[in-house]
Nanobody, 115 residues
Framework: QVQLVESGGGLVQPGGSLRLSCAASGTIFSLNAVGWYRQAPGKQRELVATISSLSRRNYADSVKGRFTISRDNAKNTMYLQMNSLKPEDTAVYYC?????????WGQGTQVTVSS
């Protein structure tokens, strides 16, 4: 069983930065793709960014050039560096680990971008 715990959310002004972290338990972290998703009020959960076990990255068009996903397999941790934040980035952010036959999710962390 894998548990994912996010941290780093909060309130930030437009144009500011935040760094989200997601720590994973277990031993399969390094073997699988991981990613960040977000869900704004009244909207469906959407992909933000993913990174494969070989560190191949994929980003939603809305965050390209502003967000960076990374992973540290030695620490079983993934990160999302968010720069130039906009009010439309406001959402609950969830980390995800996709293993064969299983999809694991964290509990979510709130990011609010507002002046």
């Amino acid at each position: 069983q894998v548990q994912l715990v996010e941290s780093g959310g909060g309130l930030v002004q437009p144009g500011g930065s935040l760094r989200l972290s997601c720590a994973a338990s277990g031993t399969i972290f390094s073997l699988n793709a991981v990613g960040w998703y977000r869900q704004a009020p009244g909207k469906q959960r959407e992909l933000v960014a993913t990174i494969s076990s070989l560190s191949r990255r994929n980003y939603a068009d809305s965050v390209k050039g502003r967000f960076t996903i990374s992973r540290d397999n030695a620490k079983n941790t993934m990160y999302l560096q968010m720069n130039s934040l906009k009010p439309e980035d406001t959402a609950v952010y969830y980390c995800n680990l996709r293993a064969p036959g299983n999809d694991y999710w964290g509990q979510g962390t709130q990011v609010t971008v507002s002046s």
